[in-house]
């Protein structure tokens, strides 16, 4: 399985709205409802944002949400803040109990 | 409190196996609907999904990796092993262990643990 397509990086000042976008194919992305959303700043580990394309964990702010269409599903941050920096990381299932990450974009907050 | 640690060699040899483990605690491997992932991620480079044990003892690998990939798991001990054969410097990264619940959200990875850094050098 190729990886998912992010942009490398993407960037916004303080309050505003920012979408990355992740591109598969018609067997993950475009697939499954499965499409996952991670947070992973500098020498940490990966924290979990959205799941099944769309779906909020608890405690996970309601500044992140996520949409899909088609073969390209997006997370949109809104409100950004200074702590937002760091890098993303789209996921999908890709049958039977595969997955595949996106290449990761690295948000900057100017 | 869930929580899940790695650990293993820090540095290993070229064409040697690597042992990973993965000891986690406040679940259990033989709770339906459970399990857990290993996720390598070279310095400055994305993630790469490796391989999935399920509660089921159902096993799961990357299919770019599958030959040299073996995932295992002690429920009495609370731990998920996996070991790659044939190692190379090109697989020199941070290994990370997670867990994944169909409960909380199905066929995402929940909880990570803090990775464990292993480079491949003679």
């Known amino acids: 399985q190729s990886a998912l397509t992010q942009p490398a990086s993407v960037s916004g000042s303080p309050g505003q709205s920012i979408t990355i976008s992740c591109t598969g194919t018609s067997s993950d992305v475009g697939r499954y409802d499965l499409v996952s959303w991670y947070q992973q700043h500098p020498g940490k580990a990966p924290k979990l944002l959205i799941y099944?394309?769309?779906k909020r964990p608890s405690g996970v702010s309601n500044r992140f949400s996520g949409s899909k269409s088609g073969k390209t599903a997006s997370l949109t941050i809104s409100g950004l803040q200074a702590e937002d920096e760091a890098n993303y990381y789209c996921c999908s299932h890709a049958g039977n109990n595969v997955y595949v990450f996106g290449i990761g974009t690295d948000v900057t907050v100017l | 409190q869930v929580t899940l640690r790695e650990s293993g060699p820090a540095l290993v040899k070229p064409t040697q196996t690597l042992t990973l483990t993965c000891t986690f605690s406040?679940?259990?491997?033989?709770?339906?609907?459970?399990?857990v992932s290993w996720v390598r991620q070279p310095p400055g480079e994305a993630l790469e999904w490796l391989a999935l044990?399920?509660?089921?003892?159902?096993?799961f690998y990357s299919t770019s990796l599958e030959s040299r990939l073996t995932i295992s798991k002690d429920t009495s001990k609370n731990q998920v092993v996996l070991s790659m054969t044939n190692m190379d410097p090109v697989d020199t990264a941070t290994y990370f262990c997670a867990r994944m619940s169909e409960y909380n959200s199905p066929d995402a990875f929940d909880l990570w643990g803090q990775g464990t850094m292993v480079t491949v050098s003679s």
């Open positions: 406040g679940f259990s491997l033989t709770t339906t609907g459970l399990s």
């Open positions: 044990i399920d509660w089921d003892d159902d096993k």
């Open positions: 099944e394309d769309t």
